[in-house]
């Protein structure tokens, strides 16, 4: 089910021409995937080569722009009908637990959901050229997710420590 922005409760499939603007697609999902991603990244980052993939114009993002079928976006929304709207994390690499990267994006989801974040503005264009937001190595990506309690509070304290 795909939520309007302004009213969580209205059913965009039901209300909107098929024609609709991809402008803000479910943008509360988006926006609050992009906050939390960067303390979750070990998660998706779960050894050193990990890290390898994550250059400029390298086609792995290194932030967590969203775009418009923006393939240069840690966060694509692919183009399609309405129904068939979904947002596309391109964050996890080919080497990531994949049940460790949905829980990654679920509980950034559940956070930004809870505290209400909006959403900011799509990018158009190469999200290159906007600022790193992920962690450059394992190191970093250690320290922000030991650092975030939030996260730790919504996994567990029993699950961090055997994670780490």
């Known amino acids: 089910r795909v939520t309007n922005w ?4 209205a059913n965009i499939e ?10 803000n697609p479910s943008g509360v999902s988006v926006k609050r995937t992009c906050w939390s991603s960067p303390l979750v990244a070990l998660l998706a980052f779960i050894c050193f080569n990990s890290f390898r993939r994550m250059r400029p114009d390298h086609s792995a993002p290194i932030n967590l722009q969203w775009g418009y079928d923006n ?3 840690g ?13 596309e994390n391109r964050v996890p690499g080919a080497d990531s637990n994949p049940y460790l990267a949905i829980a990654a994006s ?7 959901v809870r505290d209400g974040i909006k959403p ?3 990018v158009e ?5 906007h600022a790193r937001t992920l962690p450059r190595n394992l190191d970093e990506a250690l320290f922000r997710f030991t650092q975030c309690s939030e996260v730790i509070e919504i996994l567990g304290e029993d699950f961090v420590r055997a994670f780490i």
């Open 120 to 122: 900011e503005a799509m």
């Open 14 to 23: 039901k209300s909107a021409p098929s024609t609709m603007s991809m402008r």
């Open 75 to 87: 966060l694509r929304v692919p183009i399609t009908d309405l129904p068939n709207t979904r947002i």
């Open 106 to 112: 679920l509980v950034c989801g559940y956070i930004g």
């Open 6 to 9: 302004s009213d969580p409760n």
């Open 71 to 73: 393939r240069s976006c």
């Open 125 to 129: 264009g190469n999200a290159y050229r």
